[in-house]
């Protein structure tokens, strides 16, 4: 690994449940550095945003978590965890393909198709968090997915297969990149990759369809949209989902 900190331990394993999972447990005993990498070439039970499976092809793309152990980050910055893994995945993806957008929160997007999930687990102590696991599954070499399914891969963008080490480490040092950067550029440089961001997008607000602008995402995560009727609301995901589509 070219990286500094982000990938210098990496525990590779075959075959897991999930890798967030064990990462947990293997903070819990003391295994794991700051900047470690839990990856594993098949994940049989893999967690997805909502408590939804996340389904990967065995050996072709890739799941792994970077574990951090953070000395200053407080529990009301944590959002700029979710920022730096997704831009980092962004900066990845948009190495290779054109219109890739962050979907809210945490959504790769290459077009409409969601291409990487990120899954992040804090443990937070009085005001600061302690320890913090960044689960990223991303399609690499995959194909055909199910049906309903808006979901794509590189290798079914590119029309070629990628390797997955290459791209693993390329992820670890833009994750450092993004990590190190002072936390306004970052605020910015995530907001300025938004997918839908100044556009009128339909969404469900309280469980009824509207239609908002989406601007920005404040500091604790929500997002900053405009009402059709000028009104400038922020919203967690507890009440706003972009629609289905
Ligand atoms: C999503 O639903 O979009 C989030 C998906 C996150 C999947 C990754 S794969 C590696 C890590 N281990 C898991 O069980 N989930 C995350």
């Known amino acids: ?33 700051h900047g470690a990498v839990v990856l594993a070439h098949e994940q049989t039970a893999g967690r997805g945003q909502r408590g939804r499976t996340w389904h990967s092809a065995p050996g ?42 962050i979907k809210w929160p945490n959504d790769i997007l290459v077009g409409r198709r969601k291409v990487a999930g990120i899954l992040i687990r804090t443990e937070v102590l009085g005001d600061m968090v302690r320890s913090a696991i960044i689960g990223i599954g991303l399609n690499v070499n995959s194909s055909g997915f199910e049906e309903g399914l808006v979901a794509t891969s590189l290798c079914m963008e590119l029309g070629r297969t ?33 997918w839908a961001r100044g556009r009128w997008a339909d969404v ?7 239609v908002v602008r989406p601007m920005d995402v404040d500091a604790s995560g929500r997002l900053i949209v405009e009402h059709e009727d000028g009104s400038v609301q922020a919203y967690g995901l507890e009440r706003l989902r972009f629609a289905p589509r």
């Open 204 to 210: 469900a607000l309280d469980g009824a369809p509207a």
């Open 162 to 194: 990628l390797d997955r080490n290459t791209l693993l480490e390329e992820l670890c040092l833009r994750f450092e990149h993004q990590w190190g950067r002072n936390n306004t550029d970052v605020a910015g440089a995530y907001a300025e990759r938004l």
């Open 60 to 101: 072709l793309d890739l799941t792994f978590s970077i574990v951090l152990r953070p000395e200053t980050l407080r529990a009301e910055d944590q959002f700029m965890l979710v920022r730096c893994a997704a831009l980092a995945v962004y900066d990845v993806v948009a190495t290779y393909l054109p219109d890739v957008r």
């Open 1 to 33: 690994m070219r990286t500094k900190v982000f990938g210098r331990q990496l525990i590779e394993l075959a075959r897991v449940e999930s890798t967030n999972t064990i990462a947990a447990e293997m903070i819990t005993a003391g295994h794991l550095d």
